[in-house]
């Protein structure tokens, strides 16, 4: 089979064919329709996180991948069939313990999530997945290349909207940092499904056109603000009479994102910090949190269960996930690895081998 395969730390992929695995037990092989790419590909290539997660070179990235199944182990034949259309949820476990049985793979003891580490991803024709349990069927949904993005991406996001609604009430304003995938994303899924108004905030100023030009903004209740252009801060303040946001939603993480939004968040609001922008962070004003009730919650990937719900969303079209991607040939892939490191990716881009 066909694979971009990585032989380093900070090297471009190799297109080369390798071998095509067999599926045994619970074992299910699913040939890859799409498979996104992430900005955390970008920190695994470095080597950013080669002391928690170790790699053993050559190997195939891709965690973010929506397939067909194409054979299945003898025992995973009665759960599910060639032909199926699936989503492949990818922090894989080695081991059952107390947040596997709630859910909660991407946060058990033993993790060896698909492209990240130990398994190989799917930047390839074909992708070996350990247990069926981590399919999810999306039989006849629509753009099956493009619903990869649920996987990751759209899965993130969703994670962290619904940690932002028990902070909310129906008319308190959402601010949203970063408008890359995952940003815009939780953009299209806060207009989608919540009644709040939003602000989103980004320093690219096409990025901001995109936003204008895909997601369903209310005119006078939802705002753009382009933070190469105003100062952010103030800006948010005006557009919102002066009112704070009550909750923050920080899809790039940097030390100054959360230094300059972090002071914005309404009493018995939260700061949900999702990108990996930073290793650390500023120092916290502790006394203001307090005082006011604020509260920093984090958001790591999703549970199998909150991939089932955002599929459920995709395939009854509430979520239109197919309006923010860019498709590409497995032959482009170093391209498409250019492009978002040179912030020239404004959609998500998306492998795809049909």
């Known amino acids: 089979m066909k694979a971009a395969v990585l032989y380093g730390f900070k090297q471009e992929f190799r297109i080369e064919d390798v071998d095509k695995p067999s599926p045994r037990g619970n074992e299910v092989l699913v040939r890859v329709v799409g498979s996104g790419v992430c900005h955390s590909d970008i920190h695994i290539i470095d080597g950013d996180f080669r002391d928690e997660l170790p790699i053993s070179f050559p190997f195939i990235l891709g965690h973010e991948v929506s397939g067909v199944v194409e054979e299945v182990g003898e025992a995973a034949s009665q759960y599910v069939s060639p032909g199926e259309e699936v989503l492949v949820y990818s922090f894989y476990c080695m081991d ?148 704070s946001p009550k909750v923050v939603i920080d899809f790039v993480g940097l030390e100054t994102t959360v230094s300059t939004y972090l002071d914005l968040v309404a009493p018995s609001g939260a700061y949900v910090l999702v990108g990996l922008g930073s290793e650390y962070g500023p120092r916290i004003p502790i006394h203001k949190m307090i005082i006011n009730e604020v509260t920093l919650e984090t958001v790591l990937y999703g549970s199998l269960q909150d991939l089932h719900e955002l599929a459920g969303l995709g395939m009854r079209g509430l979520i239109r996930y197919w309006e923010l991607t860019v498709k590409l040939r497995l032959e482009d892939i170093n391209l498409a690895f250019k492009r978002l490191r040179d912030g020239a990716a404004l959609k998500r881009q998306v492998i795809t081998f049909d």
């Open 96 to 243: 059952d313990d107390r947040y596997t049985v709630k859910g909660l793979h991407q946060i058990c003891g033993l993790r060896t999530p698909a492209g990240v580490v130990m398994f190989n991803g799917g930047f390839a024709e074909y992708m070996l997945v350990p247990h069926y349990r981590y399919l999810v069927k999306v039989h006849g949904i629509r753009d099956l290349a493009s619903a990869a993005i649920l996987s990751d991406a759209g899965l993130t996001a969703y994670r962290a909207v619904k940690k932002a609604v028990k902070y909310l009430d129906p008319d308190e304003y959402i601010l949203l940092i970063g408008l890359g995938g995952t940003g815009m994303f939780g953009l299209e899924t806060v207009r989608s499904l919540l009644p709040n108004p939003v602000v989103a905030v980004d320093i690219n100023p096409m990025k901001i056109s995109l936003a204008q030009e895909l997601i369903r903004l209310r005119d006078g209740l939802d705002y753009l603000v382009d933070g190469s252009k105003e100062d952010p801060k103030r800006s948010i303040l005006s557009l919102l009479g002066g009112v």
